[in-house]
């Protein structure tokens, strides 16, 4: 058997997002069109006022992972780690790993894996300690400073928490950090080098200095009069991404090993494609060459055709640049009948948790035969000259589905799912 | 200036505080590796609060030294 031929299924789903505290609650309400988008210029967020931010909104966790986490170990977690532990546990009860119906069969720990990737990773620990550095000086500086900012932090930890001897992995390549990591999952199945993979993204950063950065690279909405409209990808009247926080992760499997644990199986990641555009070190290329080569080698690593992808979960960030460019990717790479929609008009921009959360929402697509609306689309930009899905969600019996993520660095990340 | 028994009990909140161990489990017999499961990074936040709770000061080379939960309280009735 060729390392290609080994299947890769999915066998649990775990997500915190600004829309939900799980998977479900985050898929309900994608379904109902309601947006995690809204003012933080309050009290928690009291950097907002104080630098006088042109941008007043975000899309935060709609549940705080102190729900869930025990306090101790909430204090030795930076915020990022909290939300990939989350996510974690939940994709691994859902798998059956927790002590569910397929419980009984556990992977070995040198043949389970962890792939959390992150885009900033533990900013908000790093700007907290300096101040107490330069404040109270040194004896207030935590002892855990180090491993609460690091980016390998959240996959370390749910590697901990789990129990992984595999090797635990951290792919930092921006807003395709999520993405990547199911990538390299899916190469470490494929590889041999173990049977299970806990793979995903985790970002949680949202904070003065973030915003400022963005704010300054003019990439962020300024609508804060109307938040909930603020994230509008493809249409003609976007000014920006909303900047969110959350965590995405799946466990992975070889097919084999999952049909003798007896698990069930929600969907098949059959392939990716990852390129890189060496154009600019934030602005995408405006013909999107190197995007639709990732989405290309995708189909390719999955064996189906372009004429099979019939959905693509897409990028969009509501960005000016971005969103056009993505859309002239998917007319080379499979044609202009794939239907698209673009879940962050909901989510706002989970950055190293995006294509790992949209992944499973592709995933869901496929399960669920339906395709979440992209909230906001009032007046499709001329430029899209694509079907996307507005309005109320769409029934779809999807085959196989391409997730496209790109990140600042022009990394491109294309998954393809398809019906297992 | 605080008394053995004050000591203790502090000791014990701030154990409680950063290990999450139940204060009630934190006695002086305890060993703070062996029995209470406390971490080299956790000592040292232990350390730092005590401190500043019974100004004292704990240097490395005495923290290290400080096995047991009666250790320490011994060493900041002497110190305080």
Request: hydrophobic share 45%; charged share 20%; proline share 5%.
């Amino acid at each position: 058997m060729s390392t290609a031929d080994i299947e890769v299924v999915v066998t649990g789903l775990g997500a915190t997002t600004p829309l939900g505290g799980d998977v479900t609650s985050t898929w309900e309400a994608l379904l109902a069109g309601r947006s995690g988008v809204r003012r933080i210029d309050d009290d928690e967020h009291e950097w907002v006022t104080r630098h006088d931010l042109p941008v007043k909104i975000a899309s935060p966790l709609a549940v705080s992972p102190a729900e869930t986490i025990p306090r101790v170990q909430l204090r030795r977690l930076d915020r990022c780690e909290q939300v990939a532990l989350v996510a974690a546990k939940e994709a691994w009860a859902h798998a059956g790993f927790g002590g569910g119906s397929a419980g009984e069969v556990a992977v070995e720990p040198e043949r389970l894996a962890v792939v959390i990737g992150t885009g900033i990773g533990g900013a908000v620990t790093l700007l907290d300690q300096d101040d107490l550095l330069e404040g109270p000086g040194l004896r207030k500086v935590s002892p855990l400073t180090v491993p609460m900012l690091m980016p390998n932090g959240p996959a370390a930890w749910v590697g901990l928490e789990l129990g992984a001897r595999g090797g635990v992995h951290a792919p930092v390549s921006a807003c395709a950090s999520g993405a990547e990591a199911m990538a390299w999952a899916m190469r470490l199945l494929q590889a041999g080098e173990v049977d299970v993979v806990v793979a995903g993204g985790a970002e949680a950063c949202i904070t003065g200095i973030t915003v400022a950065g963005f704010v300054q690279a003019r990439t962020l909405s300024q609508r804060n009069d109307d938040p909930e409209g603020a994230s509008r990808p493809f249409d003609a009247h976007r000014d920006g991404f909303v900047l969110g926080e959350g965590a995405g992760v799946m466990v992975l499997e070889r097919a084999e090993f999952a049909a003798a644990r007896g698990a069930t199986v929600h969907g098949r990641l059959a392939g990716f494609g990852i390129t890189a555009d060496a154009y600019h070190i934030t602005g995408p290329d405006p013909e999107g060459t190197g995007q639709a080569r990732a989405i290309t080698r995708s189909i390719e690593h999955a064996g189906v055709s372009a004429s099979d992808v019939t959905h693509v979960n897409c990028h969009a960030t509501s960005t000016v640049a971005g969103d056009v460019g993505e859309t002239r990717a998917v007319r080379k790479a499979l044609g202009d009948h794939p239907v698209l929609t673009a879940p962050k008009s909901a989510l706002g921009h989970l950055v190293g948790a995006a294509g790992a959360v949209e992944g499973i929402i592709t995933l869901l697509s496929i399960r669920e035969g339906i395709i979440p609306a992209t909230l906001n689309l009032t007046e499709l930009d001329p430029g899209v000259e694509l079907d996307v899905v507005a309005g109320e969600p769409r029934k779809a019996d999807i085959t196989a589905a391409v997730n496209d993520s790109f990140g600042f660095g022009g990394h491109n990340v294309a998954l393809t799912f398809v019906k297992p | 200036m605080a008394d053995n028994t004050e000591i203790l009990a502090g000791l014990a909140e701030i154990v409680e505080e950063v290990a999450g161990i139940d204060a009630a489990e934190v006695s002086a017999d305890k060993s703070f590796v062996d029995d209470l499961d406390i971490d080299s990074l956790s000592m040292v936040e232990i350390a730092v609060q005590a401190e500043d709770k019974f100004g004292v000061k704990i240097p490395d080379d005495q923290l290290a030294e400080l096995k047991t939960v009666g250790d320490a309280v011994d060493y900041i009735a002497k110190n305080q």
